[in-house]
């Protein structure tokens, strides 16, 4: 199982960009699809879902800014950032949850770096 994240890079404040999450190795329609951030010396937290059937949940902080997305056709997950803030500034990381034989299974990616400059 792969989650090659991509699209993360400096970017000005008020600026916009755009995450990508392409799966291979898992059915990935079946799966719910995450973005968490992680910024130095804090936890990982949630940004973004989005599940298999396309219902999404946000942070509340970053309503209104960030959109997720996916295209079961190319087995890829976005995320859209716009407005971004100094504070946005972390490793992005995608996230796959779904079913495997009788339980549920995560898988991670590897993380983009997003960095917001003043």
């Known amino acids: 199982v792969q989650l090659q994240a991509s699209g993360g890079g400096l970017v000005q404040a008020g600026g916009s960009l755009r995450l990508s999450c392409a799966a291979s190795?898992?059915?990935?329609?079946?799966?719910?699809m995450g973005w968490y951030r992680q910024a130095p010396g804090k936890q990982r937290e949630l940004v973004a879902t989005?599940?298999?059937?396309?219902?999404?949940n946000y942070a509340n902080s970053l309503k209104g800014r960030f959109t997720i997305s996916r295209d079961n056709t190319k087995n890829t997950a976005y995320l859209q950032m716009n407005s971004l803030k100094l504070e946005d500034s972390a490793v992005y990381y995608c996230?796959?949850?779904?079913?495997?034989?009788?339980?549920?299974?995560?898988?991670w990616g590897q993380g983009t770096l997003v960095t917001v400059s003043s």
């Open positions: 996230n796959a949850d779904g079913p495997f034989l009788n339980r549920r299974k995560s898988y």
């Open positions: 190795g898992i059915i990935f329609s079946i799966n719910d």
């Open positions: 989005i599940t298999s059937t396309g219902s999404t």
